[in-house]
């Protein structure tokens, strides 16, 4: 609907040409791929917005396989991606009709201000939950790697103390940006933690071959855990609040730009969401655990380092995530309690 009341989408060239500027030849894809990745740049917004669906939830996708079966799990997974995907599209569209990129004000433009004020609470309570999830969960594995190392203490040293390090020294610094871009780079650690899981899961996946009975394997169920593996799926697609800010602090905001960081950025959360989910469940079936870098390892390790660096890994993308996350919540503060529809010029960060 927005786009026919906007006329066809431009891409970026045609927007140039009707600016009154020069095209500029098209970049190699070398330079697009390996290129220096600029603030607004494309590349760094795909990277923003894998890394506000990647987190903890992913972990728990092999359980869906496990509660659905083999065949109806993965169709599970990839229909919420085309949820997911179907999702962004409209909200893209919705924040180019409205020119409004912020997620609040765009569903107070469309659905009204009382809706806006919910989302804005929503978002917050959101965002409060997602602190002490990822603090529980940062508790749980900071004393599984402190071990494995032959680190043995206290409780408080080998829980609380991580916990504290990682709220003053990541948590808190990185908190402070405003923008979502300036955490481009940073965001790429949560897609490299989901790729070596996923990598890591695969290579280990011979070893568990010999001691699991593979006739028993479920390939379709459906019973009332149906609705707990539709939630763990779609759950992991989770970014949409982002994208509204993503696409505005595009250098060259546009509706084809931002479909493409949609198409992409769901392409690049599935595949590996589809292989950690297919071998994690193909390596433990019915002993799955509700995360699956918490299994147990396999025979013939005795001490499975490679796992322990995924979770050191995971609980740093965990550890991210919530500053990631931190600037659209910020904003929905400032606008709710203080009324402003704009950030003060000295909040530089």
Known sequence: MFEHMNGPVKDSKEMDLIEGEQPTER?????????????????????????????????????????MGLILGVFMLLFTAVIAYFGLINI????DHYKTYHYPHLVAKTLGKKWGFAVDVLMVI????????????????????????????????????????????????????????????????GAFSLGYVALLV??????????????????????????????????????????????GELARTSLQRTYKIARRGITGIFVPYFLLSLFGYLSCLNDTPELIILRDAPSGISNDWAMVISRVCISLTVVIAVPINLPPIRECIF??????????SYWKM
């Open 202 to 247: 695969i290579i280990e996946f011979p070893y568990f071959v010999g001691a699991n009975n593979y006739s028993d394997m479920t390939y379709a169920k459906i019973d009332m855990n149906v609705f707990a593996t539709f939630s763990i799926c779609l759950y992991a697609y989770a970014c949409h609040t982002n994208l509204p800010q993503i696409q």
């Open 335 to 344: 606008t709710s309690i203080f009324g402003k529809d704009k950030f003060p």
């Open 92 to 95: 893209a569209l919705a924040a």
């Open 27 to 67: 970049p190699t894809w070398t330079k697009r791929t390996f290129g220096k990745m600029n603030k607004g740049s494309l590349r760094g917004s795909i990277f923003t917005l894998l890394s506000t669906a990647i987190g903890s939830g992913c972990l728990a996708l092999p359980l869906a396989l496990k509660y």
């Open 126 to 189: 959101y965002l409060w939950a997602t602190l002490v999830t990822y603090q529980v969960l940062l508790g749980e594995f900071s004393p599984s790697f402190l071990r494995s190392m032959n680190i043995h203490g206290t409780e408080f040293e080998l829980r609380i103390l991580p916990m504290l390090a990682a709220n003053f020294f990541i948590m808190l610094p990185l908190g402070l940006f405003r923008e979502l871009t300036n955490l481009r780079f940073v965001s790429m650690f």
